[in-house]
């Protein structure tokens, strides 16, 4: 399900930096990066074992949900269809 966002500015951290698209599932990888987890888990599944942002190997392919940004975007994707 995509967040209905009227003509507002996505901010750059709200967008996945694989897709830069507007995160709805945004997890964190073992590099403290954050990414929509569709986007990821296809990084991972085509078999890179390095972060795409950083580079860095990565220790651990584990996703960690990140609760709080989630939150944000749909706090901000609110604000922004009321104007």
Do not use: H
Not at 32 to 51: F, P, V
């Amino acid at each position: 399900m995509r967040l209905p966002v009227k003509n507002a500015e996505i901010p750059p951290y709200f967008r996945c930096p694989i897709s830069f698209e507007l995160m709805e599932d945004p997890v964190i990888l073992s590099s403290g990066i954050t990414y929509e987890r569709s986007s990821i888990q296809k990084w991972l599944l085509d078999g890179n074992r390095a972060c795409p942002v950083t580079r860095q190997a990565l220790g651990s392919c584990e996703l960690i949900p990140n609760s709080t940004l989630k939150q944000l975007i749909k706090s901000w994707s609110a604000s922004s269809n009321e104007e």
